[in-house]
């Protein structure tokens, strides 16, 4: 049957739906839904095994009951779908169809999700080998799984179905060699039944989430039951006609109610891969199976045996496609005459345009070989992952899809910035536990040979570019012509108007449009983007409230997509507004009511700067957000001379340890899904909870990029720091306290004004020094550098604890600025064994600690009495002992340097 590409697309989702809601019993079943007993018992016999307690008896026992509760919810959740009943149903028939002609072999979509534990029909099988794929199953295991009393057996960690709650996957990663298989009773670490949010993604321990009885387990359940039906209703009925948009709209929705909920409960399995991530594997994997059955003309019962017996399985029926955006320091810190003047709104605009250009280039890949949206497995960090038929048209297709892109960047960037692109033919026995790693590894191996490759210079084409420059170089990007004369005779290029453009719609607007024809587009509450990107519109647009819900672009196919990217306000808030939601960097520090009533802070930088910028609820320059750690001397905060501390700006970049490793080797069983859960885990705590805290708590911090496994900010000198401790424990807890996964960060502190291009390569440099390559292997990474100082971060809290007793005793004893810097030579003399007097620092700290005490004079002028001056000697040796290399050393000088200059 030949379809049209519209066509073949619907039929692709609704396949991918019947897919990703097979386990839709699951959620149902653990929130005790109500249903008719002999509704249930039919679709019991229908969807569920039957085992008999002996053989050839007829009493027995039906397992994977949540498969009938998969066909029982459907007709709750069928109502806020697109039509699952009347009208084009391909390759599934409708109800009426299904009712007129029992004789049909086909099935309606909802058999084919129900019927997975008792697949009979091909489309059943389908979904049934998706689902033991995206599991890793091998034979033998799956056999004792189906077969075995599930709904009130334990796992394996000694909870039930209802009360046991997911894993921690984090928590059982090793990367030094260790082969240990965790028991799950032996795991602390658990995810609080809840709704996504910037909380609930850190796990708790078990005994703070995880119910010892029933019943408050199943409360549990159908509060977050009866909030996701809740939820489907706030998608906008319009957006129903449209297949592709509405199923993006639904799976934000699944991803949002069902990111805790553990999705194997049976069998003695360890909960630990969450129902989102195995139903988003599982529809990935559906689809793309089908799509090349429908290709090959393999759609009978013939194809059905072979699913069933797995004598197929290791034909190579999947394409994985990965895409890898390359040069995003180069793009994001690229430099013009202008540059600075209009920094932070570039910074802001260039990061969102790496997420963008990313998640549209997927979008490409999907459109153009009609996939869904739930075919996109990843997408973080500039990097994506899709499941694709692997037949030769799907090829072809995807190979004209990378010479569009490659054409799309040299002509907008002249290849500063790209994406590679490439394909890895897989069966599903590449995909079974035991063969999984190696594919991983090879998709590595694949993606990192093709950065090398980038934009396939090798081929017969011109590498010499035909370019005019009628009005010289951007002001922006001096990489780029200008095409376009503004005021004051500056010129400036398409793509950086859009880059300042974007920061300035970061500020005010809230959602995304992706379309195909903006001509339909109009009016002053949208912003448009002057450059399509891969052939598509980009437009900004308010509140829902505000815009409306764009229902007649939807229905015409015109609206491809519609993403919302608001903040929450705050940590707690559920990350949920009707639309698919895009995690990408959108927080940006504006000016608040109290800024304007202490703006006198602000004074001195007026050369740099207009007083106009200075707006309730405008965007900070970095100029401005420089001075925000300069503190009152007194209460009159209108008298700039009131005001002390560094106008300064700190740097701070950094990622995770070890990434590849922890992907290639950190699970001992590693499978699709886990990998997938993995992937997106480890992006949620700089994408989702980073940017929340920083609009909750770091309010003057600008996130350049954050998500994947790294992350580039900028903000005050001294709250960054703080920031970047608080970051550091709270990841200790995200990862479940394992010391195997950490991060390192590097920070340079500079003066406002300095190229940007220079934060980011004298950030780089920090980060290299803070991973320690040249250090022996255990004393590597893990670590901070911050004024040079190199501090492992187990070791920052006696940094901070030393930063506070300094400001104890300055304020008791009124520590002098010769005093204190006298220190930082006591430093370098103790540090460096080389001289011949490095033995002589603590006589010379203990003499001149006497003459200052003999000095001091308390707080009415007078001055100290013996005993008083007895105890200030023992103090202020007890608090300035850890300049001793074998305690703080040379790291004493981060809390000299933050006493300088908070005092400046």
């Known amino acids: 049957m030949t379809i049209q590409d519209s066509d073949l697309l619907a039929a692709s989702c609704r396949v991918a739906l019947a897919a990703y809601l097979h386990d839709l ?6 929130a005790r839904i109500e249903v008719p007993k002999d509704a249930l018992d039919a679709h019991k016999t229908q969807y569920c095994p039957f085992h008999t307690f002996e053989p050839g008896g007829k009493s027995g026992y ?3 009951v949540h498969a009938a509760y998969t066909g029982l919810a459907f007709d709750i959740v069928e109502h806020t779908a697109p039509d699952l009943i009347q009208g084009d149903m391909h390759p599934f028939i409708n109800r009426a169809q299904l009712r007129a002609d029992d004789t049909r072999t086909t099935d309606s979509l909802i058999n084919a999700a129900a019927a997975h534990h008792k697949p009979d029909t091909f489309l059943q099988w389908i979904i049934a080998t998706a689902d033991r794929v995206a599991s890793g199953f091998e034979r033998d295991e799956f056999e004792k799984y189906n077969a075995a009393k599930d709904e009130s057996a334990e796992t394996q960690t000694g909870k039930n179905h209802y009360q046991a709650r997911q894993l921690s996957l984090f928590e059982q990663i090793r990367i030094d060699g260790a082969s240990q298989k965790f028991t799950a009773k032996d795991l602390k670490w658990r995810y609080p039944l809840q709704a996504l949010s910037p909380t609930s993604i850190f796990p708790q321990l078990r005994e703070k989430c995880e119910p010892g009885e029933d019943a408050p387990a ?9 909030d996701f039906l809740v939820a489907l209703k706030s998608i906008p009925a319009s957006h129903r006609s449209n297949w592709p948009l509405w199923l993006d709209h639904f799976d934000t929705a699944w991803l949002t109610f069902t990111h805790a909920i553990p999705a194997a409960t049976a069998f003695g399995t360890k909960p630990e891969v969450s129902l989102y991530d195995h139903s988003k594997t599982t529809a990935a994997l559906a689809t793309a199976l089908w799509r090349w059955h429908e290709a090959e003309g393999q759609t009978d019962a013939a194809a059905a045996a072979n699913l069933k017996d797995r004598s197929d399985w290791g034909t190579d029926k999947l394409l994985l496609i990965q895409g890898d955006f390359f040069g995003i320091q180069d793009f994001i810190f690229a430099e013009g005459s202008q540059t600075n003047k209009a920094a932070a709104k570039l910074l802001r605009g260039r990061s969102f345009q790496v997420s963008l250009f990313t998640e549209l280039a997927a979008l490409k890949v999907l459109d153009a070989l009609s996939l869904p949206p739930t075919s996109q497995i990843t997408n973080a960090a500039g990097k994506f992952l899709i499941v694709a038929p692997n037949t030769s048209a799907v090829r072809a297709q995807l190979a004209q899809v990378r010479a569009d892109i490659n054409q799309w960047f040299l002509q907008h960037s002249f290849g500063l910035a790209g994406l590679g692109l490439i394909g890895k033919p897989a069966s599903c026995n590449d995909l079974l536990k035991g063969n999984f790693k190696t594919l991983m590894q090879g998709l590595f191996a694949t993606l990192e040979k093709a950065k090398l490759q980038r934009f396939d210079l090798t081929a017969v084409s011109n590498p010499v570019f035909d370019v005019a420059y009628p009005h010289g170089v951007c002001q922006y990007n001096d990489k780029l012509p200008a095409d376009k004369l503004e005021g004051s005779n500056k010129a400036s290029a398409a793509l950086s108007r859009d880059q300042i453009k974007l920061g300035s719609a970061l ?5 995304l449009l992706i379309v195909r024809d903006t001509a339909e587009l109009s009016g002053s509450k949208l912003t448009q983007l002057e450059v399509s990107v891969f052939g598509y519109g980009v437009v900004f647009t308010k509140s829902e409230e505000v815009t409306g819900k764009f229902g007649a672009l939807a229905k015409d196919g015109n609206l491809q997509r ?3 990217f608001s903040l929450p306000e705050n940590l707690s808030d559920t990350l949920w507004n009707g639309y698919a939601r895009r995690f990408i960097n959108a927080y940006v520090p504006r000016f608040s009511e109290l800024d304007l009533q202490t703006q006198a802070k602000y004074r001195g930088i007026e050369s740099d700067v207009s007083p106009d910028d200075v707006r309730f609820e405008a965007g900070k320059t970095l100029n401005h957000i420089a001075c925000e750690d300069r503190q009152p001397k007194s209460d009159r905060l209108d008298d700039a001379g009131q005001w002390q501390g560094q106008v300064a700006l700190m740097t701070l970049k950094g990622d995770v340890d070890n990434l590849g490793t922890i992907f290639q080797h950190g699970l001992p069983e590693p499978t699709f899904a886990k990998m997938a859960a993995l ?5 949620a705590f700089f994408a989702i909870w980073l940017p929340a805290l920083c609009a909750t708590e770091f309010p003057n911090t600008y996130t350049v990029f954050a998500g994947g496994d790294d992350f580039f900010l900028i903000g005050p000198w001294h709250n960054t720091q703080q920031l970047a401790a608080r970051m550091a424990a709270e990841f200790k807890t995200y990862v479940a306290h394992n010391d195997k996964i950490t991060f390192s960060a590097g920070m340079v502190m500079t003066k406002p004004g300095q190229p940007i291009n220079s934060l980011a ?9 803070a991973k320690g390559t040249s250090l022996p292997e255990k004393e590597r990474k893990n670590a901070l550098v911050l004024f040079n100082e190199r501090v492992c971060w187990p070791d920052w809290p006696q940094v901070q604890a030393a930063q506070d007793q300094l400001e104890r005793v300055r304020d008791d004893y009124n520590l002098s600025t010769g005093y204190v810097y006298g220190l930082l030579h006591l430093i370098d003399l103790a540090s460096d064994a080389t001289n011949p007097e490095h033995a002589m620092w603590r006589s ?3 003499y001149r600690t006497q003459r200052y005490v003999d000095g001091v004079r308390d707080k009415h002028g007078h001055a100290l009495s013996t005993e008083q001056k007895k105890v200030a000697r023992r103090i202020l040796g007890e608090t300035f002992s850890v300049i001793d290399p074998k305690l703080l050393g040379t790291r004493y000088r981060i809390p000299l340097f933050n006493h300088f200059y908070r005092q400046r």
């Open 507 to 511: 500020t005010r607007e809230d959602r």
């Open 62 to 64: 039906h397992t994977h």
């Open 25 to 30: 019993g699951k959620f149902a079943e653990r």
């Open 679 to 683: 992937s997106r885990q480890m992006n």
């Open 844 to 846: 010379r700290f203990v």
């Open 761 to 769: 390569n004298q950030a780089e440099e920090a980060l290299g020094a």
């Open 562 to 564: 519609c993403w919302d």
């Open 218 to 226: 199943q409360a549990q359940y159908k509060h977050l039951w009866q």
